[in-house]
């Protein structure tokens, strides 16, 4: 899709991006939004960076155009672009202190500002990514958040409308990336600037975004809400890809408007949201949530018997087995376990789950 260039700062018109034989990037059609925090989302090779890079001027697409505020910018080479970028593995200089990392850009312009101004600007930088004083400080004397902080001080302090994020996260650990997350949220509402990230991380994405795209093979497979993905994702690679979910392939019973009924192993069924290219009388599968299934004691239900369980803290992961479903996953909450008790490996029970639950979907 496109956008009018009052709601849209950036557009990708088309995008294609050719190496030699090899397509990056195909036909990439997308309006990013002002203000808004969009994150492209795929497995490596999934033409994600390809995207960001060609936002940021450092690859011309080889077909299609660039939109920056309503300008083409297929030409426009990157350091002239309202844009700023921060890369995976944050790109400082180690012979610089904080204080030159942040002003470097600042520094390179022409006429040169002031260097009160620069003091002025850095100081509020440092202040906004929570690390004032730390201006005099070595790079290598920071840790790998103080250092991200710093990258996004750099970043931000030439005021761009545009700022993109590499995968700035990834070389952090579990708490600190959480940690980081919530700041970056915090950061950029503060701001106003528009963020887009790229990673492969659907936790970091589903978490951060106000919008998420979906990439695979060089093209966007869906655009949407972190919610509208989940709830309603239009094929199986996007289900799979966004969060975790169950697969039980039948045949289609019935066809209501967005509502479909599915016929599973063992005559079972599934009722729930249809996605694209369902149709009655056809192929298709269910995607069942783990968070969605039940599981008791008792054998009022489907049976199963339970092959491994995982304590994660907030809940509980089993992985159970039946005859005709095979093995899938469940998620139950603390709250659940409490009333039913723990089930071991080898222990039996039974599952339900509600109708409307499942996602219908095309078995492509």
């Known amino acids: 899709m496109t956008g009018d260039t009052e709601?849209?700062?950036?557009?990708?018109?088309?995008?294609?991006?050719?190496?030699?034989?090899?397509?990056?990037?195909?036909n990439l059609n997308l309006s990013i939004r002002r203000g808004e925090f969009l994150s492209f989302l795929g497995p490596s090779g999934c033409g994600k960076t390809t995207a960001l890079r060609m936002l940021a001027g450092f690859e011309a697409p080889t077909d299609?155009?660039?939109?920056?505020?309503?300008?083409?910018?297929?030409?426009?080479?990157?350091?002239?672009?309202?844009?700023?970028?921060?890369?995976?593995?944050?790109?400082?200089?180690?012979?610089?202190?904080?204080?030159?990392?942040?002003?470097?850009?600042?520094?390179?312009?022409?006429?040169?500002?002031?260097?009160?101004?620069?003091?002025?600007?850095?100081?509020?930088?440092?202040?906004?990514v929570r690390l004032p004083d730390f201006g005099p400080r070595r790079i290598w004397e920071m840790?790998?958040?103080?250092?991200?902080?710093?990258?996004?001080?750099?970043?931000?302090?030439?005021?761009?409308?545009?700022?993109?994020?590499?995968?700035?996260?990834?070389?952090?650990?579990?708490?600190?990336?959480?940690?980081?997350?919530?700041?970056?949220?915090?950061?950029?509402?503060?701001?106003?600037?528009?963020?887009?990230?790229?990673?492969?991380?659907?936790?970091?994405?589903?978490?951060m975004s106000d919008r998420i795209c979906i990439m695979r093979d060089g093209e966007i497979v869906q655009t949407g809400s972190p919610r509208d993905l989940y709830d309603r994702p239009k094929n199986r690679y996007v289900a799979d890809f966004v969060g975790k979910s169950n697969f039980f392939a039948g045949r289609v019973e019935s066809l209501e408007g967005e509502t479909?009924?599915?016929?599973?192993?063992?005559?079972l069924s599934f009722i729930g949201y249809a996605g694209d290219g369902v149709g009655a009388g056809q192929p298709g599968l269910a995607s069942l949530r783990p968070e969605q299934i039940s599981l008791t004691r008792g054998t009022?239900?489907?049976?199963?018997?339970?092959?491994?369980?995982?304590?994660?803290?907030?809940?509980?992961?089993?992985?159970?087995?039946?005859?005709?479903?095979?093995?899938?996953?469940?998620?139950?909450?603390?709250?659940?376990?409490?009333?039913?008790?723990?089930?071991e490996p080898g222990e039996t029970g039974s599952v339900r789950w509600r109708d409307g639950a499942a996602l219908i979907l095309k078995n492509d």
Request: aromatic share 4%; proline share 5%; no cysteine.
């Open 143 to 207: 840790s790998g958040g103080q250092q991200q902080r710093v990258a996004l001080a750099r970043a931000i302090i030439n005021e761009p409308k545009l700022l993109l994020l590499d995968e700035p996260m990834a070389a952090l650990d579990k708490k600190l990336r959480h940690d980081m997350q919530i700041e970056l949220q915090t950061l950029q509402r503060q701001l106003g600037i528009t963020f887009v990230l790229v990673t492969h991380d659907q936790e970091e994405a589903l978490s």
């Open 64 to 128: 299609g155009d660039i939109y920056l505020d309503g300008q083409r910018v297929n030409d426009v080479p990157a350091h002239q672009r309202p844009v700023n970028m921060v890369f995976q593995h944050y790109a400082l200089f180690p012979h610089l202190t904080v204080a030159e990392n942040i002003s470097y850009g600042l520094r390179q312009r022409r006429p040169k500002p002031p260097a009160a101004e620069v003091a002025a600007a850095v100081a509020r930088a440092l202040e906004t």
């Open 7 to 26: 709601s849209s700062i950036a557009e990708l018109r088309g995008a294609t991006k050719r190496f030699g034989d090899v397509v990056a990037a195909r």
């Open 300 to 343: 009022d239900g489907v049976p199963v018997s339970v092959v491994n369980r995982i304590f994660l803290g907030e809940h509980t992961e089993y992985l159970v087995r039946n005859p005709d479903l095979g093995q899938f996953l469940i998620l139950a909450s603390r709250q659940a376990e409490a009333g039913e008790g723990n089930l």
């Open 260 to 267: 479909a009924k599915l016929t599973g192993p063992g005559g």
